[in-house]
């Protein structure tokens, strides 16, 4: 890997000509049947799984973010005609694209609200961030692989997503620097809930995070951070995600 010096810097040089990779304006009316039938693939699976999902299924405002973010600008051009697919998608690295689904109930289940400044684990291609980001007043980001952060970076930039920022790092000790986070993403599996993660959540906070081995059932955890400080976790629905990296001691 890079010295950490080194990918800043790149990371750099690929924002300031992000407008050149990717068109500035959202095609808000591109692939839009496509779109809604993602919208309603949610809805279903929402119905199918009671006890993951709160009230009365997934905020429509969490639906009408995910169906204006372009998720077909966040896969490779190879993987487009399926990007609407309710599945993951191979995104280079060993790394994917989460299904929509899980898109939209791990942004549901950490209730985002105007206000608030979220914190990423696994920036990806970027299309949790992206979704995150019209509901949240800023979302940090960071990503361990640098090819990967530097695409994404010049991806969310191009595409306008101001308010996110995206930091090459080891995730799994979160971003102390503009802790405490209202809401906390993982979005890769940890053999065990990160305790810098849950350190840097807000009392009144909550974090989702896939908890288990990569040859071991894992499971979608939420994790929440009562008034007093104190901490619950509430096991959610078996799901399959790429291992967390990083976690090495500093």
Same mark, same amino acid.
């Given at each position: ?10 990371? $750099? ?19 839009? $049947? ?47 005609g399926a990007a609407y697919r309710d599945r993951p998608l191979p ?23 105007? &206000? ?9 291609? &970027? ?18 692989? +640098? ?10 930039? &191009? ?29 890769? $599996? ?13 009392k009144g906070g909550r974090m989702v995070v896939p908890v288990g081995? +990569? ?22 629905? +078996? ?12």
């Amino acid at each position: 890997m890079r010295p950490l010096a080194q990918c800043q810097a790149l990371l $750099a040089a690929v924002l300031a000509s992000a407008a050149a990779v990717v068109s500035t304006s959202v095609p808000a009316q591109e692939r839009l $049947a496509e779109r809604a039938a993602m919208i309603e693939t949610i809805k279903w699976h929402a119905r199918s799984a009671p006890s993951a999902v709160e009230g009365q299924g997934i905020d429509p405002a969490v639906l009408k973010t995910m169906g204006k973010v372009p998720r077909h600008f966040f896969v490779p051009e190879e993987q487009r005609g399926a990007a609407y697919r309710d599945r993951p998608l191979p995104i280079g690295y060993g790394q994917t694209i989460s299904q929509p689904f899980i898109v939209a109930l791990m942004t549901d289940l950490i209730n985002v609200g105007s &206000g608030d400044v979220v914190l990423e684990i696994g920036t990806g291609s &970027g299309y949790q961030a992206a979704v995150l980001s019209p509901l949240a007043a800023k979302v940090y980001s960071i990503e361990i692989i +640098p090819e990967l952060g530097e695409r994404a970076a010049a991806r969310l930039a &191009g595409l306008r997503f101001d308010n996110v920022e995206v930091k090459l790092d080891d995730g799994y000790y979160g971003w102390r620097s503009h802790a405490p986070f209202d809401g906390i993403v993982v979005t890769a $599996a940890a053999s065990h809930i990160p305790p810098p993660l849950v350190e840097q959540l807000a009392k009144g906070g909550r974090m989702v995070v896939p908890v288990g081995g +990569p040859f071991a059932t894992q499971f979608l955890m939420l994790v929440e951070k009562q008034l007093d400080g104190s901490i619950t976790t509430r096991q959610l629905l +078996p799901v399959s995600f790429v291992p967390l990296r990083g976690g090495r001691a500093r």
